[in-house]
């Protein structure tokens, strides 16, 4: 059974820095690419980045570029995101997500429980 | 960016048929997926590729549409699929998502 846990999550002061991990289980997870989609309270779901099978490939949404690193350890099957110079529209439950690519498609087929992100002074 | 335009809600009373539609703003051929997100839960993929069920979900759920117009159906609506359902395109990166219809019981 495919799981994925999220853990980090926190209250921090904007500006502040905060890393998020995914750990995950029931998968060779060194085989899918990996995404982090955000959702604020009562709003909608955000893609936030993506990192590829190996690491070596990024992508950030504009709104965190410069801001927050996606990165893995193949090794220990988890997944991370450090997040700097956080701004109050952080505020968020982050979700962990598998990535699947096919037939020119991109999805997220299995997510995390999800993390709350709160950025208040 | 690609915009997703879906309504806000639906209400539907039990056992009839529930249609939840996603408009895009430029085209994304095939693909639309469609998640279902419970009260207090995280997303789960239902339809991906616009049409194609994804695994373990009952077949009372389905989708259909190309280029900038899609439709997602459930037939019959039971009590459990009471959520809020997304649809997200991957035609153009960023990946975007509809706001999500609230489906409500009549």
């Known amino acids: 059974e495919v799981q994925l846990v999220e853990s980090g999550g926190v209250l921090v002061q904007p500006g502040r820095s905060m890393k998020l991990s995914c750990a995950a289980s029931?998968?060779?997870?060194?085989?899918?690419?990996m995404a982090w989609v955000r959702q604020a309270p009562t709003k909608g779901l955000e893609w936030v980045a993506t990192?590829?099978?190996?690491?070596?490939?990024?992508y950030y949404r504009d709104s965190v570029k410069g801001r927050f690193t996606i990165s893995r350890d193949n090794a220990k099957s988890t997944l991370y995101l450090q997040m700097d110079s956080l701004r109050s529209e952080d505020t968020a439950t982050y979700y962990c997500?598998?990535?699947?690519?096919?037939?020119?498609?991109?999805?997220?087929?299995?997510w995390g429980q999800g993390v709350m992100v709160t950025v208040s002074s | 960016d690609i915009v997703l335009t879906q309504s806000p809600a639906l209400a539907v009373s039990l056992g009839q048929r529930a249609t939840i539609s996603c408009r895009a703003s430029?085209?994304?051929?095939?693909?639309m997926h469609w998640y279902q997100q419970k009260s207090g839960q995280q997303p789960k993929l239902l339809i991906y590729g616009a049409s194609n069920l994804a695994s373990g979900v009952p077949a009372r759920f389905s989708g259909s549409g190309s280029g900038t117009d899609f439709t997602f159906t459930i037939d019959p609506v039971e009590a459990d699929d009471i959520a809020t359902y997304y649809c997200q395109q991957s035609r153009n990166d960023p990946y975007t998502f509809g706001a999500g219809t609230k489906l409500e019981l009549k």
């Open positions: 430029e085209s994304v051929r095939s693909s």
């Open positions: 990192i590829s099978t190996s690491g070596g490939s990024t």
């Open positions: 997500t598998t990535v699947y690519y096919g037939y020119n498609w991109g999805y997220f087929d299995y």
């Open positions: 029931g998968f060779t997870f060194s085989s899918f690419p």
